[in-house]
């Protein structure tokens, strides 16, 4: 038999709120970056893509996912970040209504390269030779 507390519990099922928690932190953080907020000198002038931040179901962590303009200085930028990562968490308890603000943690963002890759890939001779004969034979 089931216990009352397994038949209200959310285990099984993913809930929004993480989802919408990542998200006001995503705009927090783009806000923080754009009005230069933070003390390092190495993220001091510098346009940074946060792109996803993902909230881990308990609230405690989250990870921010981040592309620097043209791609440049991408791990120099990532270990600032990991450095600043405190003083970031503090300027997102200021803005954010939480009890506690999840800890942050940042990744580069490689789905850029990715889509670059499928790109080339989908232009080059090979594929487009295949994709126009499959074209021509649903005709």
């Known amino acids: 038999m089931a216990k009352l507390h ?11 709120r993480p989802l919408r928690i990542g998200e006001e932190i995503r705009h927090i953080l783009a806000d923080i970056f754009i009005r230069g907020e933070c003390r390092s000198p190495e993220l001091f002038d510098i346009t940074i893509s946060i792109s996803e931040v993902r909230v881990a179901p308990d609230m405690k962590n989250a990870t921010a996912f981040f ?3 043209a791609g440049q200085n991408k791990e120099k930028i990532l270990a600032a970040l990991k450095d600043s990562a405190p003083e970031i968490r503090h300027h997102i308890s200021k803005r954010i209504k939480l009890r506690h603000t999840p800890k942050i943690h940042f990744k580069l963002d490689e789905s850029f390269d990715v889509a670059e890759k499928i790109e080339t890939l989908l232009k080059s001779p090979e594929v487009a030779r ?6 021509k034979e649903s005709e």
């Open 130 to 135: 295949d994709l126009e004969k499959d074209i």
């Open 6 to 16: 397994d038949l209200f519990s959310k285990k099984g099922s993913t809930s929004q």
């Open 67 to 69: 592309m620097p303009l």
